[in-house]
């Protein structure tokens, strides 16, 4: 609705009232002494009469009304008007925050991952340690080949002779030829050396034990003393001064290897087993 056509018709209206109306000579005297006169009633002659009265009134208020709308309109146009500027600057200062934000985690993570890669570092160290203490070098070795006559068992290379010697010259015949009379600690080499000796009336060989130094103190060639050992039940004796041991193998068949060491004088002539270790270095080959 248009403020000014409506001012307009109530003007008109107000014209066309003032121009019917009777002379103002005619109606009653109304002084209006002590009484402030409103501005808008400064500006239009004040009508007489009731009718015409209620009717300015009417015009007045509806004048108000339009006015009053119009501004609440206005301002209610411009209160939710969206602010560019604003909206602008918030969404700055929100891609600000954003890149922020990333930015401290991209960092958090970088840290992260140089924090595990050291951890990475320092547990392969430490794995490339452990295997090194736990897994040495193998060293391959050239298998052990006996020479001639001369048979295998673990590491040794045993000879069985053929000739005979007393228990002194047996033991200086071994030592020629790299080797000493046999040292037997485990009832497998027993048995594996008994098994190599050959079955008659009274075989027997010397092997590396004597008590010629101190009475029932046996020991081997190289001096340790003899622990347990594969004596024949009531061996040794010393029957007549026997102070070198002997393995015997006969054709009694109950016979067995386990027990089969007996005592003799050192002086008898017998054949004897030689030994000689084949450690890592050795050389297979035997003196002649």
Request: aromatic share 8%; proline share 7%; charged share 20%.
């Amino acid at each position: 609705m248009s403020t000014t056509g409506s001012s307009l018709n109530c003007e008109g209206m107000y014209s066309q009232l003032i121009d019917n109306e009777p002379c103002h000579d005619d109606l009653p005297h109304r002084p209006d002494v002590g009484h402030s006169v409103h501005p808008v009633m400064q500006m239009f002659p004040r009508p007489s009469g009731p009718g015409l009265y209620r009717l300015a009134t009417i015009c007045l208020a509806t004048l108000c009304a339009v006015l009053l709308i119009s501004i609440i309109a206005v301002t209610a146009h411009y209160k939710n008007k969206p602010q560019g500027g604003g909206e602008a600057s918030l969404g700055k200062q929100t891609q600000e925050a954003n890149v922020s934000a990333l930015t401290a985690s991209i960092a958090k993570l970088q840290q992260e991952k140089h924090k595990l890669q050291k951890e990475k570092e320092d547990l392969q160290a430490k794995l490339a340690a452990k295997m090194a203490t736990k897994a040495p070098a193998v060293v391959t070795r050239a298998p052990i080949v006996c020479p001639n006559d001369w048979h295998l068992f673990n590491n040794s290379c045993y000879l069985i002779s053929r000739n005979s010697r007393d228990w002194p010259e047996s033991k200086s015949f071994c030592e020629s030829k790299g080797a000493h009379l046999a040292i037997i600690h485990t009832p497998e080499e027993q048995t594996f050396l008994w098994n190599l000796l050959p079955r008659g009336h009274w075989n027997s060989y010397w092997f590396g034990i004597t008590d010629g130094e101190t009475e029932d103190e046996w020991k081997w060639v190289d001096g340790t003393p003899v622990i347990g050992g594969f004596w024949e039940e009531g061996e040794p004796n010393n029957h007549i001064n026997e102070d070198c041991g002997y393995i015997v193998k006969t054709l009694v068949l109950e016979r067995v290897a386990i027990r089969s060491w007996y005592d003799a004088p050192c002086s008898m002539y017998l054949p004897f087993i030689c030994e000689k270790e084949m450690g890592p270095g050795a050389s297979t080959a035997i003196p002649h």
